[in-house]
C-alpha cells in the first residue's frame, strides 16, 4: 500500500475509477423464474439494473468515505467503457481531431498492434496516462503500452456466477470468470462487476514526457 497511498496523496483529482467505502451497498440477490430458466436479481430490482442480459452489481454514487484502491466501481467502469471515458478524470478519452481513443494495454500485446485485444481496462485521456501509470498496480504489475484504438466493442463481462445451494440460499459458485455476451445459458446467473471489450485498429503512441 505504500506506493500506492504515496501515489493517492499526490492525485489531482479523486480517481473516477475508483470506488469509495461509501459506496458500497448491500445486495439483496435472489433468483426469479421467466421463460423455463432461473434468473438472478435484487428483491427490489429496477429494470436498469440489467444490461447484456446480465444483472450488475449496485453501488452507490457519492465518492465519499475512504477510498478502495484496489477495487473497481463497476457501474463507473461500464460508463468509460461506453462512452469512452478516462479512468482517471471521467472525461472522454476521444481525440477531437483524430476519432480515436487513447489506451494503456499489457505488454502481452507484444508489439502486436494488428491483433484485436480484450480489455477490462478503461481508456485514458492523454492528460492522465502518467498518473494513471504511476497509480495503477494492475497497470504497473502488467507492464504496459500507451497505444491509441480506432475502434472497440463490448464482448463479455467479469462476472461472479450464482446458484441456489440445497436449502434454497443464493450463494456465489464462481468468483470473477469471464462470460461471453453470447453464453446466453450463463448470462442469467452472473452478477456482472466489469464490462470486457475487444479494441482494434490499435497504433503505438508515445508515453508521457516525465515532468
Ligand atoms: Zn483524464
Keep these: 500500500m505504500t506506493g500506492l497511498a504515496a501515489a493517492g496523496t499526490a492525485l489531482r483529482e479523486k480517481p473516477y475509477l475508483t470506488p469509495y467505502a461509501e459506496e458500497s451497498l448491500d445486495l439483496p440477490l435472489a433468483f426469479e423464474w421467466g421463460d423455463g430458466v432461473p434468473r438472478l436479481t435484487y428483491r427490489d430490482a ?11 452489481a449496485r453501488c452507490g454514487t457519492v465518492r465519499e468515505g475512504k477510498i478502495l484502491w484496489n477495487m473497481v466501481h463497476t457501474l463507473r467502469q ?32 507484444a508489439g502486436d498492434f494488428r491483433s484485436p485485444w480484450p480489455t477490462v481496462h478503461p481508456p485514458t485521456c492523454e492528460a492522465h496516462v502518467g498518473e494513471a501509470l504511476a497509480s ?7 507492464a504496459p503500452v500507451v497505444c491509441t484504438v480506432g475502434d ?11 446458484g441456489e445451494d ?36 490499435l497504433q503505438p503512441a508515445p508515453w508521457p514526457r516525465r515532468p
Excluded at 46 to 56: I, R, T
Excluded at 78 to 106: E, F, Q, S
Excluded at 190 to 200: C, D, R, Y
Design 46 to 56: 429496477l429494470p436498469q439494473e440489467w444490461m447484456f442480459g446480465a444483472l450488475w
Design 78 to 109: 461500464r460508463r468509460c467503457m461506453l462512452k469512452r471515458l478516462c479512468r482517471v478524470c471521467g472525461r472522454t478519452a476521444t481525440d477531437p481531431d483524430t476519432g480515436r481513443v487513447r489506451w494503456i494495454l499489457p505488454s502481452a500485446l
Design 136 to 142: 495503477c498496480p494492475y497497470l504497473r504489475r502488467e
Design 152 to 162: 472497440y466493442s463490448p464482448i463479455g463481462v467479469l462476472a461472479n456466477l450464482y
Design 166 to 201: 440445497d436449502s434454497g440460499r443464493v450463494v456465489e459458485t464462481h468468483h470473477q470468470i469471464a462470460v461471453g455476451l453470447d453464453e446466453s445459458h450463463l448470462l442469467p446467473r452472473v452478477l456482472a462487476t466489469q464490462l470486457i471489450v475487444q479494441v482494434s485498429d
